[in-house]
C-alpha cells in the first residue's frame, strides 16, 4: 500500500495568516491527490482533487500543489470557518489511503 | 441536491453481524461508484471498498475482505455495508461516499458502529 505521511499533526494560526499543509507519499502518485476537511462531529468534504484543482463551491483561499511524492495545500487568509481536521487521500492506486490528518487551531 | 443518508448508529454484540445502509438521493444511483470508509480516532480513515451499483461489482480493501460485503438495491437507491463477526476493532464512524473520478465527491453523515458486550 501507498504510505501517506501528513504533517504537521496539529497547526495553530492566526485569523488572516497563511497556513501550509504538506502530505508525501511513498512513491510517485502521479498528482492523484486529493484534500478533504473535516469539521467536528462532521463528515469530511472534497476541497481539492487532482493535486491542484479546486472542488466546487470551494473557496478560492484554498490552493492545492505538488507532483511526484509532495504536496501541499495551502489555506490563504485563514477564517474562522477553517478551523477543522484536514485529511490528503491518494487514489493513484488500490487501496486508497490516507493521510493522519492535520488538526487546525486558531491561536 | 446530491445526498447520501445513512442509517442510525448501531450497538452490537461481538461475533455478530451489523447490516449499515446508504440511501442516495439527487443524481443517478449507478451513475457513480459507491465507497466505503472506516474512521477512527487511532488507525484515521481507511478505504473499505468500493461498488458499482449498475452491475454490483465491487473492490475490496484485503484488510477488509471477509468482513465486510457490499451490496445495493437499485430499486430503492441504497449501498449496503454488511460487517460480519464483529470484535471491538470493529468500533468506529462508518461512511459511505460516493466516488467520482477517483474521489469521494459527496459523502454521507457517518454512522457510529459500537461493538460491545
Known amino acids: 500500500d501507498i504510505q501517506m505521511t501528513q504533517s504537521p499533526a496539529s497547526l495553530s494560526a492566526s485569523l488572516g495568516e497563511t497556513v501550509t499543509i504538506e502530505c508525501r507519499a511513498s512513491?510517485?502518485?502521479?498528482?492523484?491527490l486529493a484534500w478533504y476537511q473535516q469539521k467536528p462531529g462532521k463528515s469530511p468534504q472534497l476541497l481539492i482533487y487532482?493535486?491542484?484543482s479546486l472542488h466546487t463551491g470551494v473557496p478560492s483561499r484554498f490552493s492545492g500543489s505538488g507532483s511526484g511524492t509532495q504536496y501541499s495545500l495551502k489555506i490563504n487568509s485563514l477564517q474562522s470557518e477553517d478551523v477543522a481536521s484536514y485529511f490528503c487521500?491518494?487514489?493513484?492506486?488500490?487501496?486508497?489511503?490516507f493521510g493522519a490528518g492535520t488538526k487546525l487551531e486558531l491561536k | 441536491q446530491v445526498q447520501l443518508q445513512q442509517s442510525g448508529a448501531e450497538l452490537v454484540k461481538p461475533g455478530t453481524s451489523v447490516k449499515l445502509s446508504c440511501k442516495a438521493s439527487?443524481?443517478?444511483?449507478?451513475?457513480?461508484?459507491m465507497n466505503w470508509i472506516k474512521q477512527t480516532t487511532g488507525q484515521g480513515l481507511e478505504w473499505i471498498g468500493i461498488i458499482n451499483p449498475g452491475s454490483g461489482g465491487t473492490s475490496y480493501n484485503v484488510k477488509f475482505k471477509g468482513k465486510a460485503t457490499l451490496t445495493v438495491d437499485k430499486s430503492s437507491s441504497t449501498a449496503f455495508m454488511q460487517l460480519s463477526s464483529l470484535t471491538p476493532e470493529d468500533s468506529a464512524v462508518y461512511y459511505c461516499a460516493r466516488a467520482s473520478d477517483g474521489t469521494y465527491d459527496y459523502w454521507g453523515q457517518g454512522v457510529m458502529v459500537t461493538v460491545s458486550s
Open positions: 439527487g443524481y443517478t444511483f449507478t451513475s457513480n461508484h
Open positions: 487521500q491518494q487514489y493513484y492506486d488500490y487501496p486508497d489511503t
Open positions: 487532482n493535486a491542484n
Open positions: 512513491e510517485d502518485i502521479y498528482n492523484g
